[in-house]
């Protein structure tokens, strides 16, 4: 499946390479051995001190972020092994790109970045498809597995009960964005980049503060891990002092004129056509055909910005504005993008590197070996690991400016509140409109 959507993706990311190239400005390429990387970025008509991502506090040296000397791992030593799970080659993919960004962070890792103490890292995988039970047999392998101390989650909705059901406390957990509020209630979890309930409530900000909106029309298919997200928005919305309908649809169904229809899209000061990417196409061309075209009130997740997506629509990603709770790809104003831009160049599929859930899986990888690292070889266990995770501030590689994991008492796993919103021109032109908003107070 993650095959053939890279295959779709790589005519539409053609489009994106091609508006990278014309968009460049000089610029000048750190050492690959020091892990210092400098590339160029795409032109917007962003203002340049509306500065994306993490601003000054930006990660642009990878090894200095993960506390690593220069030099690829030696492979003849034991590999350090890190377990990795999600939710992929089944009909419910939210985020099967998370793969390949970990691939990618290991990858690198280990070409330039020394591994763990030179020791080379590795990823023990284990796939949920479409079963509730397949989470309980990757919990059953990650806790066996004594080489395993710590497990790297990416977008997992079916069977993540079942997988935290059967691994219990023995081992931590570091996920990137969670795409339920199941995991944010362990408190042997890590959530970098925090959760659907929690990253995606800034959305209620956004409709009071920028868009002074008074109703909302929220779509979205009814899939799980969707339906969450569909939640977190509905609430927030109402907590701003905002009304929203909420509209849920058969995930088969292509023709969405009526579910938008019945959410009151026509009339509505705020529209959120909230999918995974599989049905992006089918809301921006509904959307299209009812003549709601403003980019500034269509907002949405950033799980639209997909290249099967944008060949869905001839070649470009809807016109809307995106939350996101990570660095953005190809921003501009964003000191950290350059850097993965260019291992992206270097180590990984062009096709790949706009997913979010690549970004997001990369640096949450990263971050895992800076914890492995600041333990050293031979120091490492998962009580060890989970010290260190829950004890770091941030900022986290290509996301938010600090980290407060805890901050919630009701999800002590969640470590981020902020989302930042940018509004999509075309042929790669985002435009920051507000930094890090967090959820109304």
Known sequence: MRTQARMIATSAVAVVTA??????????????????????????????????GAGSASVTNYATY?????????????PVYIGWINQQGGQQQIGPLATAGAQLAVKYINATLHGVDGHPVALKTCFITSAEEEGTTCGQQMAADKS????????????IQSFYSTIGTTKPVIVGVAATPTDATRPSSVILF?????????????????????????????????TQGAAAIAASLRQAGVTVRQVGYDENQTDLIGPLTSAGAQTADMVIPYSD???CVNLAKGLKELGITDAKKIVSAPLCLNGQVAAGLGGDFPLWTYAIASSLFGDPTDPGMPAYMNVTKQYGNPADAPDPWNIVAFAQILTTVRFLNQLGYGHITPQAVLGQAKGFTGPVALGAPALQCGKYPSAPAVCNDRTQFFVYKGNHDFVKVAGWLQPPG
């Open 66 to 78: 993960i506390g690593a000397k220069s030099g690829p791992a030696d492979s003849a030593q034991a």
């Open 19 to 52: 508006a990278l190239a014309a968009g460049c400005s000089s610029g000048t390429s750190g050492s690959t051995a020091s892990g210092t990387h400098t590339a160029t970025a795409p032109t917007s008509s962003a203002p340049t001190t509306n500065s994306g």
């Open 194 to 226: 925090g959760d659907v309930t929690h990253v995606l409530g800034p959305f209620g900000s956004y409709a009071k503060d920028i868009l002074h909106a008074k109703t909302a029309a929220l779509i979205y298919p009814d899939i799980e891990g969707i």
């Open 277 to 279: 990417s599989s049905g």
């Open 148 to 159: 395993v101390s710590v497990i790297d989650e990416g977008a997992v909705a079916i069977g």
